[in-house]
């Protein structure tokens, strides 16, 4: 089972709200990343939590805020956005960060986030 | 800076060609080499993997190869199907350890397969 699972699967907010993106893995991976992608753009990177832990944040606006609370979870907070973070949010995972020449990332089918 | 490059942008083939889609990157410094593909409106399919020590890697009808010391990567896609239809995205890791998982995407190749 190579499943990433993303809830919502779309979600509208208003520029004051307070919402969270959730995303869920079960195959023991060890390395957890968020990316965005933008209309008929490639994704970015946000961020990766490796071993629970923050090991890369891209600059992110504080308003996205990320919490790993164990290996299988990982949420991104969402605070105060603006309607230009409109965007497809993706979660993904790796079984390990690369050791040996690299670990296939998983893609969840990811969350749409909409701004008003 | 790394920069990865797909050519074409769009491709349109009738069912059962074979094909090939390009991907170049500046920095021959990479550690691996992914290709993905995207459906309308969903996540990333992991399609190959290619180490860096690799050339090439096979799963069904997709065959990848590396070239990285020319920096170029290509995805051969034997007798297309009309379910082969999506983009296809290559992306590049710079390195192992605590940066990886930072992919650099190209623009990706929209694949429309007619019947």
């Known amino acids: 089972d190579t499943e990433v699972t993303q809830t919502p699967k779309h979600l509208v907010m208003g520029m004051t709200n307070k919402k969270s993106l959730k995303c869920e893995q079960h195959?023991?991976?060890?390395?957890m990343y968020w990316y965005k992608q933008k209309a008929k753009k490639p994704p970015e990177l946000m961020f990766v939590?490796?071993?629970?832990?923050?090991?890369i944040n891209e600059s992110v606006p504080s308003r996205f805020s990320p919490e790993c609370p164990n290996s299988s979870l990982l949420n991104l907070h969402l605070h105060a956005l603006q309607p230009e973070d409109s965007a497809l949010y993706l979660c993904?995972?790796?079984?390990?960060?690369?050791?040996?020449?690299?670990?296939?990332?998983?893609f969840g089918e990811g969350s749409w986030l909409t701004v008003v | 800076k790394q920069e990865v490059t797909q050519i074409p942008a769009a491709l349109s083939v009738p069912e059962g060609e074979n094909l090939v889609l390009n991907c170049s990157f500046t920095?021959?410094?990479?550690?691996?080499l992914q290709w993905f593909r995207q459906d309308p409106g969903k996540g990333l399919t992991s399609l190959l993997l290619?180490?860096?020590?690799?050339r090439e890697q096979t799963s069904g009808r997709l065959n990848a190869s590396l070239d990285k010391s020319s920096g170029r990567s290509t995805l051969y896609i034997a007798a297309s199907q009309p379910g082969d239809s999506a983009t296809y995205l290559c992306?590049?890791?710079?390195?192992?350890?605590?940066?990886?998982?930072?992919?650099?995407f190209g623009q990706g190749t929209i694949l429309t397969v007619h019947p």
């Open positions: 195959m023991g991976h060890r390395a």
């Open positions: 939590y490796s071993y629970e832990k923050l090991s």
């Open positions: 290619i180490q860096s020590s690799q």
């Open positions: 920095d021959s410094a990479i550690y691996n």
């Open positions: 992306a590049v890791s710079k390195g192992g350890g605590t940066s990886y998982g930072k992919l650099t």
């Open positions: 993904a995972s790796s079984q390990g960060t690369g050791t040996g020449g690299g670990n296939t990332i998983y």
